[in-house]
């Protein structure tokens, strides 16, 4: 690809998604939302967040695709931690320190 072809597709996608957000955000900016998209809207961080981690923990690329016992220890820890003291944080940490220690233990 040309760098011509590349600065475009860059300000392309750029121009998608400012309209994207500002068709949500700017035109309906000050409006009330009804209230089953304010439920809906809840949600969406609780989806985010396992849909950026789950491909890292199934899919490392640190270990060239392959599952690994250090990674899946974490993310188990992770989601009991969560469901135990209902703290975001406290169960994200707890998650680092158990694949840092596996990854320790396991060389």
Do not use: E
């Not at 809906?40 to 690329?61: D, E, F, K, N, S």
């Not at 990674?71 to 169960?91: D, E, K, P, Q």
């Amino acid at each position: 690809m040309s760098t011509l072809h590349i600065w475009l597709v860059i300000v392309l996608i750029g121009i998608g998604t400012f309209l994207i957000r500002f068709s949500f955000l700017g035109l309906i900016g000050k409006r009330p939302l009804p209230g089953w998209v304010l439920r809906h809207l809840r949600y969406t961080p609780v989806a985010v967040l396992p849909g950026m981690v789950a491909p890292l923990v199934i899919w490392p690329g640190a270990t060239g695709g392959q599952p690994d016992l250090a990674r899946l220890a974490a993310a188990i820890m992770t989601l009991v931690m969560g469901y135990v003291t209902r703290n975001v944080i406290v169960s994200i940490l707890s998650g680092v320190a158990t694949l840092y220690l596996c990854l320790y233990v396991t060389g």
